[in-house]
């Protein structure tokens, strides 16, 4: 599956809250809604969804943006201007967590998991630096068990036909949560690469030194070794949705944005 085209005009905002750059109170902020065209989908499959870093809370409610999301893209499905969510998976890449006090921390996200799922087709993803899933190890398991629930960390999932490989967290210190060290990371992304995924998930991803663009300079290093590959990531925000690797490998960065991808 490619992107032919990513359009410049934004066809939706869902308004939210975050914590101010400058450390001192909230701001607002407006997430955009993108549409995308690809050259296919499987049939059956009218769209794929995909987000992340949805580091915000929702101004009305005081519920995590996340929640919002789910419910703004149900209403423009009511409305016609994206396809039926029931025809419509989506791909959450990862940090779906914020407080508005103070940037960063930790926190539960299942509920919003669970949104999403309630809503689309099918749901995957894979966990962020920010994201946890229960206070035990067998809430994290019963998370993953949990119907409709294609949680990606080192495995290969089949949606509608479709191979998608993830790899949750990000590359750091392995003694916190979601790190991996370097090894470990590359080793898992070239076990992945070899099984041939159309889509891979990834929180953190590469990066674009002559685009000026944030990511991991050696998970580049190893992307650009696979074929005919779409990469979804967050974690580091983009000024472009998307850049072009060597050997028709595309990186779409969905942080703080929604694209729908839609068959042209």
Same mark, same amino acid.
């Given at each position: ?68 999301? +789910? ?102 210190? +392995? ?90």
């Amino acid at each position: 599956m490619q992107i032919l085209s990513i359009s410049d005009q934004v066809i939706h905002h869902i308004p939210f809250i975050t914590h101010s750059p400058n450390g001192v109170g909230v701001v607002n902020k407006a997430l955009p809604v993108l549409l995308a065209h690809v050259d296919s989908l499987p049939d059956g499959l009218e769209a794929i969804v995909a987000t992340s870093d949805l580091q915000g809370i929702d101004r009305e409610n005081q519920r995590l943006l996340g929640h919002l999301v +789910s419910e703004e893209l149900d209403k423009l499905a009511d409305l016609g201007r994206i396809p039926s969510l029931k025809s419509t998976g989506i791909i959450l890449a990862g940090d779906f967590y914020a407080k508005v006090d103070k940037r960063g921390g930790v926190g539960d996200v299942r509920d919003v998991w669970q949104a999403f799922r309630q809503r689309f087709r099918w749901t995957a993803g894979v966990g962020g630096n920010h994201d946890s899933f229960g206070r035990t190890q067998q809430e994290f398991r019963a998370f993953q068990d949990a119907k409709g629930i294609n949680y990606l960390d080192g495995n290969i999932t089949c949606l509608d036909g479709l191979r998608i490989a993830g790899i949750s967290g990000i590359i750091g210190k +392995s003694t916190k949560p979601f790190r991996r060290s370097e090894k470990d990371f590359r080793k898992l992304l070239v076990q992945l690469l070899d099984r041939s995924p159309d889509i891979f998930v990834l929180h953190e991803g590469p990066n674009d030194v002559e685009a000026k663009l944030m990511g991991n300079e050696s998970i580049r290093a190893e992307l650009v070794k696979g074929n005919d590959l779409l990469v979804i990531c967050g974690h580091s925000h983009w000024k472009v949705p998307m850049i072009a690797l060597s050997k028709g490998i595309q990186v779409l960065n969905v942080d703080t944005r929604v694209v729908v991808m839609v068959a042209e």
